[in-house]
């Protein structure tokens, strides 16, 4: 059985580390959720194993796994150029990135191929990433990720 990722952020540098685990990942609209009243964001993504690869840059043999992504003391959740009545579409995640925001509020850009985004806004970072599921053969090979616009 092989072991799950289980990640905890609490600053710029840890949820850099949580970012470089989850680039490529897929997730879709219908697969996050905001509770206003808990201030929790939740996504379940679906992410590259690249940590069990011998080279990180191969694509040959790799894994994908459920993951888990929530972002906890969320005051707001804007998107930009996403379909929100589409939530079966699915979305790429490129990258995830923070600024100061105002009056001591964070923002958290969930950054996505196409120019989509997600901005979280939270007076601090509070988030984890956790693996669920079964691990199987990737169904999009992330190698691939650029055939699309050539």
């Known amino acids: 059985m092989m072991k799950k990722l289980k990640l905890r952020a609490e600053d710029p540098q ?15 609209l219908g697969e996050m959720a905001f509770d ?15 940590e069990l690869q011998e080279d990180p840059c191969s694509c040959e043999g790799l894994l994908e796994i459920p993951s888990a992504l929530t972002f906890e003391k969320v005051e707001r959740v804007l998107y930009r150029d996403i379909d929100t009545g589409d939530r079966a579409k699915e979305m790429t995640l490129l990258t995830i990135a923070t600024e100061p925001g ?13 120019g ?18 079964e691990s199987c053969p990737c169904r999009v090979n992330p190698c691939d990720h650029f055939a699309e616009t050539a």
Do not use: K, T
């Not at 206003?36 to 690249?50: H, Q, T, W």
């Not at 850009?109 to 196409?114: E, K, M, P």
């Open 102 to 114: 105002r009056d001591h509020l964070l923002h958290i850009h969930l950054l996505f191929a196409g």
């Open 14 to 28: 840890d949820l850099a580390i949580i970012s470089a685990i989850l680039q490529d990942a897929r997730v879709s």
């Open 36 to 50: 206003p009243e808990s201030g929790r964001f939740m996504a379940a993504f679906a992410r590259y194993m690249r």
């Open 116 to 133: 989509a985004e997600i901005q979280l806004r939270s007076d601090a970072i509070h988030c984890r990433l956790e693996d669920f599921g």
